[in-house]
């Protein structure tokens, strides 16, 4: 069994889920970032994973996950299928002594995140997760006006995100996304996940956690509406909701200060607002073409032994950990296999 990462001056990657995700957010990120390289490709349906190898100039594909894991070719493994298959790809990546990349949200819930902790843990190799905001221009110039107190000392947080009910949300179509077996519950997993890291990125762990969520238009079963309330790590009061069955579009998060407002958009890319009292200025911060390719290059780094990666297992399980909080009393509980006792959710309309 490997206990450590060996010596190398590049780490080659290989990928388990080479989905829609990986074809422009993610996987390019692995060939362009210096001193890695994408060698080895698998999904399921091979024709598939052949398919993607083909057109992203990798060497080798597999339809088994345990053969790519396996490679001796392959240093490193990105888990890129839904939440309730990543524990399975951690835990393969631990057996075989490599360091994984999971995407996100980490896990379904929080007892998984821990299990995938423990496994990498017990061989001596790194767990990272994909919430690659952390790493991006826009979001580290938000720390960085955060940081310098560019709005006062901070004094409130408001995050309010509402869109109408995504195409891609549709249980008869096989939505993972939608589905608890699969993702761990609604939107709120897959996209305020995003959100709730940021904020634990911006204002350290988030404290005093509660909330509510509702079925109110989903024809899903899990919840298409959340309000919350939290405190940061300095113990300021913010709030944060989610309406995914809106007829009008919102994504606005704003930190008030002593000195000042800093707003944005955590989806767009329109340019960063601060208002002050020398009036209102404008940052604009390019978009990266692959958005994740700045987090895979801290990981990178590190594994190389030169740098380190603001995203881990143990930031990311904050993040799981939160949203098990606040959706707790919508399934009764979430501490076993929730999803697999949908009869039970006190959440649902009936």
């Known amino acids: 069994m490997a206990t450590s990462f060996p010596v190398r001056d590049v780490i080659r990657w290989g990928i388990i889920g080479c989905g829609d995700v990986t074809e422009v957010k993610s996987g390019p990120g692995f060939q362009k970032a210096h001193g890695s390289q994408l060698v080895a490709v698998m999904r399921r349906n091979g024709a598939l994973a052949a398919d993607y190898a083909k057109r992203h100039g990798v060497p080798r594909w597999y339809d088994d996950a345990r053969a790519l894991v396996a490679d ?11 939440p309730g ?60 006006l955060l940081d310098g107190g560019a709005i006062g000392r901070l004094t409130g947080v408001n995050y309010r995100m ?33 959100t709730l890291d940021l904020l634990d990125f911006f204002c350290g762990p988030l404290e005093g956690v509660s909330g509510h969520a509702a079925q109110l238009e989903s024809i899903a079963e899990v919840e298409d509406a959340v309000a919350m309330t939290f405190r940061t790590a300095e113990g300021v009061p913010g709030a944060a ?24 958009s ?19 911060v390019a978009t990266p073409p692959h958005v994740a390719q700045p987090l895979i290059q801290t990981i990178v780094d590190e594994l190389l032994g ?33 999803w697999a006792r949908p009869a039970t959710w006190p959440g649902p309309r009936k």
């Open 85 to 144: 298959a990543h524990v399975e790809g951690a835990l393969l990546a631990a057996a075989a002594g490599k360091p994984c990349y999971m995407e996100k949200p980490m896990a379904r819930h929080t007892a998984e995140c821990d299990a995938m902790i423990a496994a990498l843990a017990h061989v001596k190799q790194k767990l990272f997760v994909a919430y690659y905001r952390r790493a991006m221009p826009r979001f580290l110039k938000v720390r960085e």
């Open 72 to 82: 001796p070719e392959v240093d490193a493994i990105y888990v890129a299928t839904p």
């Open 162 to 194: 509402a869109t109408p009910t995504p195409a891609n949300a549709d249980p008869a179509k096989g939505a993972w996304r939608v589905s608890a077996e699969n993702s761990g519950g609604g939107l709120l997993l897959d996209v305020g996940s995003h």
């Open 266 to 284: 955590v989806f767009g890319t329109e340019p960063l607002r601060l208002e002050t009292v020398r009036g209102v200025e404008s940052f604009d």
């Open 241 to 264: 909701a989610w309406n995914f069955s809106s007829l009008v579009k919102e994504d606005c998060l704003e930190f008030g200060g002593t000195a000042g407002r800093l707003s944005l």
């Open 306 to 338: 030169h740098g380190t990666c603001p995203s881990t297992g143990e930031s990311a399980r904050r993040t799981s950990a939160v949203i098990d909080r606040v959706l707790s009393d919508y399934y009764g509980g979430r501490g076993d296999k929730f």
